[in-house]
């Protein structure tokens, strides 16, 4: 029986670690989360959920879709929050939605150099460097936990999160306002990468311009992949550097690789 890792990521830091613990543990194959009811889950040994934190949470719509499978009694199943400063609640989301499903869960969490270019540009590359090759050594420790099974604790929200934890629920509720106001510039080639990208297909093509719906999960992947940076917001300062993961690419199909 082989492992499945199910990812969901806007700018490839959640599938650049299901890529390293793919290779690391063997015999496993990765599939996007929003997919994972073609597949029969319940048959797989092992089970890995890696996702991005939002706003000190699981994206929404990566909770709705890990609610929805369905797993074995017994089955090994791990998780980890990849997050640029503060992972929150996001394993106890995990926790409370597999709560009856009688599942070994191994709880973790891997930092990032963080993505939400609406409130801040890129790191400096060095900096990305440093902290994406820490992620590469919790990569491989993590591996031989889940080899293991490994009894993990509870990752619990720290401090940061409990003080801002009214802002996030507020901010949360805007996702869709907020998507709606992308917009592309000047120097876009309608190569539409962007609506190949999209998780919730919430940018469409009318007359050849680009028009954005409320259906935003705010993953970033549309502003952060654009080959033209043409993609803005009115939120979005003038020179704030973009960021996608260094180990990933995206192909024709806009999946990545
Ligand atoms: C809308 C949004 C909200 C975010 N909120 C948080 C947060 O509360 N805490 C945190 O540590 N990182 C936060 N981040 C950063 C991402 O969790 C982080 O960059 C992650 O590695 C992105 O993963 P991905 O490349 O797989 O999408 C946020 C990013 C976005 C786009
Ligand atoms: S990815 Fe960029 S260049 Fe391509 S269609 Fe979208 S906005 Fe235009
Ligand atoms: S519109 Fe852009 S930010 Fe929103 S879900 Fe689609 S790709 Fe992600």
């Keep these: 029986m082989s492992n499945v890792i199910f990812y969901f990521s806007g700018t490839g830091d959640s599938y650049s670690i299901a890529k390293g613990i793919q290779k690391k543990i063997g015999d496993t194959i990765l599939a996007p989360l929003l997919k994972a009811k073609d ?9 890995g959920f890696i996702f991005p934190v939002y706003y ?31 992972w929150g609640y996001a394993l106890q989301d995990i926790r409370e ?4 499903k009688e599942v070994i869960l191994q709880e973790y969490k891997i930092r990032t150099p963080g993505n939400y ?10 900096y990305q460097e440093y902290i994406l090759k820490k992620a590469e050594k919790q990569i491989n420790k993590i591996s031989g936990f889940i080899l293991e ?31 709606s106001k992308f917009y592309a510039k000047e120097q876009c080639v309608h190569c539409y990468q962007c ?23 705010q993953c970033m992947a549309c502003i952060q992949w ?3 940076n043409a993609v803005s917001h009115p939120l979005m300062k003038k020179d704030r550097r973009h960021y996608t993961n260094p180990n990933v690419v995206v192909n024709q199909s806009g999946e990545f690789e």
């Design 39 to 47: 597949y029969k889950v319940a048959e797989y040994n092992i089970v």
């Design 117 to 126: 270019i609406l409130e801040y540009g890129a790191l400096p590359k060095t």
């Design 56 to 86: 000190v949470h699981v994206p929404q719509i990566a909770l709705s879709a890990i609610n929805d499978i369905s797993l074995r009694k017994g089955q090994q199943v791990f998780a980890i929050a990849a997050y640029g400063g503060s």
């Design 97 to 100: 939605a597999l709560s009856g």
């Design 149 to 179: 099974v490994k009894k993990t604790g509870y990752i619990k929200p720290n401090l940061i999160a409990r003080i801002f934890h009214s802002r996030s629920n507020k901010q949360r509720s805007l996702f869709g306002e907020i998507g």
């Design 226 to 228: 654009c080959p033209q």
């Design 195 to 217: 609506v190949k990208l999209c998780p919730t297909k919430n940018i469409t093509i009318s007359n050849g311009n680009l028009i954005w719906g409320n259906k935003c999960a």
